[in-house]
């Protein structure tokens, strides 16, 4: 009898350095029989390719799945943490469970699977690439929908990444429940809106810690 096929399954995250907004995290079982060509890290894609090649990934996978950790969670446990936790969240909710996972960067995941880190491996390994698609794709389409939640932070044109346009937001608005407390201009943008709040209680001349 033949050894069976081991299954292996590609992760990776989107919005791990953003401001606002929940880490989102995919994992991709791709289909050997079936293999899908212009895979590569979503950052090197335009966004029609990526919605593109979305279609294709969720149509020709065997599984796939998304995870998400959410401000409040990523202030607990930190954003380290927090993908990790994510990227572990998608792998268990796939329906064609892995006997590996394939994870981006340099740390491996918690829980009962083995995991594998591996450096650019949006790059290089196509499941990866394909969850870097996915996350990428969904966490944008995310945004878009809180920027009419929370109106006025422009979360649809900077997907909650530390832009200029953004960070004068935080300056003018202060932070959202979608901020991320624990990161440092949010916290000083924060502590602006204190000052502004209550005079005469914060030293202007204090720095922000």
Not at 19 to 27: E, K, R
Not at 69 to 90: C, D, G, K, T, Y
Not at 120 to 133: E, H, L, N, W, Y
Request: aromatic content about 6%; overall charge positive; proline content about 7%.
């Amino acid at each position: 009898m033949a050894a069976r096929e081991q299954v292996l399954s590609g992760v990776d995250e989107a919005g791990r350095g953003c401001l606002a907004g929940p880490v989102v995290a995919a994992a991709v079982v791709l289909s050997q029989e079936n293999p899908l060509s212009g895979l590569t890290d979503s950052k090197r894609l335009t966004p029609a390719q990526r919605e593109d090649l979305e279609y294709r990934i969720k149509t020709q996978a065997r599984s796939w799945a998304i995870g998400l950790a959410w401000p409040r969670e990523i202030e607990r446990i930190n954003i380290l943490q927090a993908s990790l936790w994510a990227m572990q969240r998608s792998v268990r909710f796939l329906w064609c469970q892995p006997d590996k996972v394939l994870v981006d960067g340099t740390h491996r995941l918690p829980g009962p699977v083995p995991s594998e880190s591996v450096k650019q491996g949006d790059r290089t390994v196509p499941a990866i690439s394909a969850a870097s698609i996915l996350a990428k794709t969904f966490r944008d389409r995310l945004m878009a929908k809180l920027d009419k939640k929370y109106a006025g932070y422009g979360f649809g044109r900077h997907k909650g990444y530390g832009t200029a346009e953004h960070l004068d937001c935080l300056r003018r608005l202060g932070p959202c429940p979608m901020h991320r407390q624990s990161f440092r201009p949010v916290k000083e943008a924060c502590s602006q809106e204190a000052r502004q709040c209550l005079p005469g209680i914060y030293d202007a001349d204090e720095p922000v810690r």
